[in-house]
């Protein structure tokens, strides 16, 4: 088989492949690149000596665009057969549109935390009615345990989860099971520990800065092959793996100045694949700029990806349930339900308006007739929105069951596609830390302690804030699966599969006109209304019972959280306290 690997830097370049060395050769169409052919198969160890003489024995480094890191990170590359990997299930059709997605940590969802423990675990989603699986990022880390998000092998899968085959069985069985699957991925940084490609090749530039160092090389010198190596990183995802959309992590880090941004490259090269396959394959971005044109089509002047998360929404109904109201959410507290309702029917809070906690003006309009509400990602839990917590604390920690509830019917009635964060669906009572496994000592503790004095800006003492390197941390994190049988975890779950079963059965709450969502609120008396078409949704978050006139009768009850009377012939609902009701013609 032929070997190549992208080393500009070097006059120099061999090949270990398992006890013997190889000697590579220019190749004389690609600049920077060297070639070599030899005899390899599954599982075979290689990497890659860089100058210097052929035959020296240190060091070896593992291939940029290695699948398999079978020792991690600092190890040799293995050869992965996608042929023998091969899926037999086919995926599901499923657009976006009309998508409930499910975020879950592979490493945590179970105790097991690998990923066929996780797809053990797959009935539990389709009960629950939810459409794809979103996966928190798989590529390798240093260590066993992390989130994930300092990952430096963008082609590869994280060892301890099941490598390159388990992930390949998992998506397999999520698509017989009828669960499209989403995977996340990282291109606005590498991790500290374990990031090989500085040796290779310009992949980073000092043209910008991030808060991890030194950007990702997209628009310096030598930039079209960085480009192509996180654009080739995201296609086989979705061509090897036969996954179904992918999310992109902080793309307002992507420091890109190009006429052509990477972000327009990669939607381009990801419509042209689904059109090739057939599949209706998505990029969801995270951005906290409030621009539409993240999503508006690349023929309207846009970056053109499918949807993008919305954070307006979330941090509006986090402060409407919580009253907080530190750091970013003093934007929202001031009128949670304003807040709430604005976001329901413009999406962005921040849409050229002031923002208190960046100092600034922020954000820009969305069109609403030319957007549709499937552009944006509607939720009430995330695992930035738990875990960049002080204690990784749930909503579940401090609200009632009725609460939750609510927070489930906006969410899931809403006009945005929902989300739901692993465990949410049934309250889970364990929380969701940040935690992580340096081998390095000095980063070790560097992570503590940076951790530490963050929080100790804001009143915490060191000790309560938990450590990340100890494995209990994570070990806390991890779902109880029990939980789902008990009350009062029962009854919600019971209430999330009502809520995700009406939003298949009630075509309004899939409607993606903005324009046509109209929502009242009392904010003082702490409840919101609003009608989607022929459906309308009654939320009162108050401790007290609320009386809401509808404006019009003939409605019948579709569900409530707590029991209720239809409403009377004036049109007037009695609503109990913290509970919600959605009603239809």
Wanted: charge should be negative; glycine fraction near 10%; aromatic fraction near 10%.
């Amino acid at each position: 088989m032929q070997f190549e690997v992208w080393a500009p830097l070097t006059d120099q370049v061999a090949m270990r492949l398992n006890d013997a060395v190889y000697g590579m050769s220019p190749d004389p169409e690609r600049d920077g690149w060297w070639v070599v052919e030899a005899p390899a198969a599954d599982g075979d160890r290689y990497g890659f000596l860089l100058g210097g003489d052929p035959g020296q024995q240190e060091p070896v480094r593992p291939d940029p665009r290695g699948r398999r890191l079978p020792d991690g990170p600092d190890g040799l590359s293995a050869v992965v057969d996608f042929e023998a990997l091969h899926p037999g299930s086919q995926p599901p059709r499923t657009p976006l549109q009309d998508a409930v997605l499910y975020e879950l940590h592979i490493g945590t969802f179970t105790p097991e935390g690998t990923f066929d423990a996780a797809a053990a675990r797959l009935p539990h989603l389709t009960a629950l009615g939810v459409t794809h699986v979103e996966l928190m990022p798989v590529c390798p880390f240093p260590g066993r345990h992390g989130w994930g998000y300092d990952g430096v092998a963008p082609w590869a899968v994280h060892e301890p989860y099941g490598g390159p085959a388990g992930l390949a069985r998992f998506v397999d069985a999520a698509h017989a099971a009828g669960l499209g699957v989403v995977l996340d991925v990282v291109h606005n940084h590498l991790g500290p520990s374990g990031n090989h490609l500085p040796s290779f090749g310009p992949y980073f530039t000092d043209t910008h800065h991030t808060p991890w160092g030194s950007a990702v090389n997209l628009d310096a010198p030598g930039s079209d092959e960085v480009r192509a190596y996180f654009l080739g990183s995201a296609l086989a995802w979705l061509r090897d793996y036969r996954i179904d959309g992918l999310r992109l992590d902080a793309v307002h880090a992507l420091a890109d100045g190009r006429a052509l941004t990477f972000l327009e490259e990669l939607a381009a090269a990801v419509d042209e694949l689904a059109a090739e396959t057939g599949r209706p394959l998505f990029l969801i971005a995270e951005s906290d700029q409030c621009d539409p044109r993240t999503t508006t089509p690349r023929a309207t002047g846009g970056l053109g990806l499918h949807a993008q998360w919305n954070d307006d929404f979330h941090h509006a109904l986090h402060c409407a349930l919580t009253g907080e109201s530190q750091a970013y959410y003093a934007d929202f507290a001031e009128a949670p339900l304003a807040a709430l309702a604005k976001t329901m029917t413009r999406a962005f809070f921040h849409d050229g308006t002031w923002s208190s906690f960046r100092g600034r003006t922020h954000g820009r309009q969305v069109d609403r007739r030319r957007t549709p509400a499937h552009r944006f990602l509607g939720y009430s839990q995330t695992h930035d929105q738990i875990g960049n917590r002080a204690l990784g604390d749930r909503l579940s920690a401090g609200l009632s069951p009725g609460l939750l509830a609510c927070a489930a019917t906006l969410t899931l009635t809403g006009p945005f596609v929902p989300m739901l964060f692993m465990g949410e669906e049934w309250g889970a009572g364990t929380p969701w830390q940040y935690f992580t496994d340096h081998p390095d000592p000095g980063l070790a503790e560097a992570v503590r302690s940076g951790r530490r004095r963050e929080f100790a800006a804001h009143g915490w003492k060191a000790e309560e804030i938990p450590d990340p390197q100890d494995p209990a941390t994570r070990d806390r994190s991890c779902l109880d699966w029990a939980e789902p049988g008990q009350e009062p975890h029962a009854r919600l779950l019971a209430w999330y599969r009502t809520l995700v079963s009406l939003r298949r059965t009630q075509p309004d709450l899939c409607d993606p006109d903005l324009a046509a969502v109209r929502v009242a609120f009392d904010e003082e008396r702490r409840w919101v209304t609003f009608r989607r078409g022929d459906v309308r949704v009654v939320v009162n978050l108050s401790g007290e019972p609320a009386t809401i006139a509808l404006g019009r009768n003939g409605v019948r009850v579709l569900a409530a959280w707590e029991p209720l009377e239809h409403p009377g012939p004036d049109g007037r609902i009695h609503v109990p306290s913290e509970s919600a009701v959605i009603l239809g013609p």
